[in-house]
């Protein structure tokens, strides 16, 4: 899907906050209200008047942050989806980090996975939560799951140094 139909419109509400407008290739218009308390609302818009509201939702912001991690996550899975039919080779795993992994309680950037195995984490589930693209300083606990792409060989490279630290000889 291309972001070249969708727009996004940012409206000062003076005394309120924020407004961010997705307009997307159909017309239609979502809008996020960002409240200078820090409330956050989603506002449903007419589709034969893209100025008057239909409904609106308040959310919490545990609920704007799981709202947030829910779509963020879903893009970037569809994406490596779409990248896993595109590129011969190419595979995607999800790998659990298991208690007795020699990463547990460090950070992503121990685990030099990209450098040793030439693979690549691009997210991390932990619960409910998605962590997507990580930074080297994301910390490694028990029952992470890895999302992980690269080819089959280094997929399994990786799982092993994972699992007990080691390299294959």
Not at 73 to 84: D, E, Q, T
Request: aromatic share 2%; net charge negative.
């Amino acid at each position: 899907m291309s972001a070249v139909g969708v727009r996004i419109e940012k409206v000062d509400l003076p005394g309120i906050g924020t407004r961010h407008d997705v307009v997307t290739e159909q017309g239609r218009r979502i809008g996020v209200v960002s409240h200078r308390s820090g409330e956050r609302q989603l506002a449903l818009y007419e589709e034969s008047d893209p100025d008057a509201c239909r409904d609106s939702i308040r959310l919490s912001e545990d609920e704007a942050v799981a709202l947030a991690d829910v779509l963020g996550a879903s893009v970037m899975l569809g994406r490596l989806a779409g990248i896993r039919e595109q590129a011969a080779g190419l595979f995607t795993e999800q790998l659990v980090l298991p208690a007795s992994s020699p990463f547990v309680g460090g950070t992503l950037g121990d685990t030099r996975a990209r450098t040793l195995t030439g693979t690549s984490i691009v997210a991390i589930v932990r619960d409910d939560a998605v962590i997507p693209s990580p930074t080297p300083a994301v910390g490694l606990e028990a029952g992470d799951t890895l999302v992980v792409v690269g080819e089959r060989p280094s997929l399994e490279i990786l799982a092993r140094l994972l699992a007990d630290g080691s390299l294959p000889g």
